[in-house]
């Protein structure tokens, strides 16, 4: 249960986090601005976080490339995210959000060669299904530009949790945290003075809450698979859904249409059968070996 809070407070404030960078957009900040003071005001959080749970000596690391491979996914990712919640309504890109499952089983099909059975793939069909009767393209609810800019994101997001597996077989969360934090301070600080502004008072307390609300996040994120295994914690990540809409609402969006809800119907759906199949996979060997070995 404390797993769970955990992961729900996450999710809270990750959407918390996106909505005030769409509010921060339309206030003329640039995403660029977003993602340095996302990282630079987090990186703070994660500094007290690492000192209180292993001293900073236990950030050492023999793996600097593999980090810095993941900073730029990360950041890659992070970036398209962003955009999506400029470019597209909070609900409908949060439910675009929800493929990064489908196409981590796509990946690791093609590029980890992990078996994938007929359910796992009509999963997938499920999910791209959804995506189709949420943005439904003959109609024009949404930019064509926004969505490419979600599914990209959800892509990138999937790429990443693959490096994050390599990862962490290796690295305890606080020290991939940490390095994905300092490491992305370099790239977004050699921007920085190419996209920085001056803002007003109410400008710099939403970069300010972007910053903290992220940090939170990535930290609840890492603390609740502490606690339990993700099969567990997964299914509060769909409740991104009721806060990006109520929050949507909130700052003058409109509430979702019908197409939207079905659409996420679906590609939850699929998603919450993909994570059931993987813990399925999962204890699969540990019964055969429990079965050889009963002693």
Do not use: K
């Not at 796509?106 to 999963?123: D, N, Y």
């Amino acid at each position: 249960m404390f797993a769970i809070a955990l992961r729900l407070t996450a999710v809270i404030c990750l959407s918390v986090m996106f909505v005030m960078v769409r509010l921060a957009s339309q206030r003329g900040v640039h995403v660029v601005e977003s993602l340095f003071y996302r990282q630079a005001l987090a990186l703070p959080i994660v500094l007290v976080w690492v000192a209180m749970a292993g001293g900073l000596h236990s950030v050492r690391t023999r793996r600097i490339g593999v980090h810095a491979s993941r900073m730029m996914l990360g950041l890659t990712g992070m970036l398209l995210n962003f955009l999506s919640y400029i470019l597209l309504p909070p609900a409908e890109a949060a439910t675009i959000g929800f493929t990064m499952p489908i196409f981590g089983t796509i990946l690791s099909a093609l590029i980890l060669r992990e078996a994938t059975g007929i359910h796992r793939w009509s999963a997938v069909l499920i999910g791209f299904a959804g995506v189709l009767v949420m943005i439904r393209p003959d109609a024009g609810h949404f930019p064509l530009q926004g969505v490419a800019v979600a599914i990209a994101a959800a892509f990138a997001t999937a790429c990443v949790s693959l490096v994050l597996r390599e990862l962490g077989r290796t690295e305890a969360a606080g020290v991939v945290v940490f390095w994905f934090t300092a490491l992305s301070m370099i790239p977004l600080g050699i921007a920085m003075p190419f996209f920085a502004q001056a803002h007003d008072a109410l400008t710099w307390g939403l970069l300010l809450l972007i910053g903290l609300f992220g940090g939170i996040a990535q930290l609840c994120l890492t603390a609740a698979l502490r606690w339990a295994p993700v099969s567990v914690v997964l299914p509060m990540d769909y409740s991104a859904i009721i806060w990006t809409t109520l929050l949507g609402v909130a700052i003058g969006e409109n509430w979702p249409m019908a197409t939207t809800w079905i659409g996420a119907t679906l590609i939850i759906a699929s998603g919450l059968y993909i994570a059931w199949r993987e813990h399925v996979r999962a204890r699969q060997p540990a019964v055969s070996s429990a079965a050889r070995h009963p002693g």
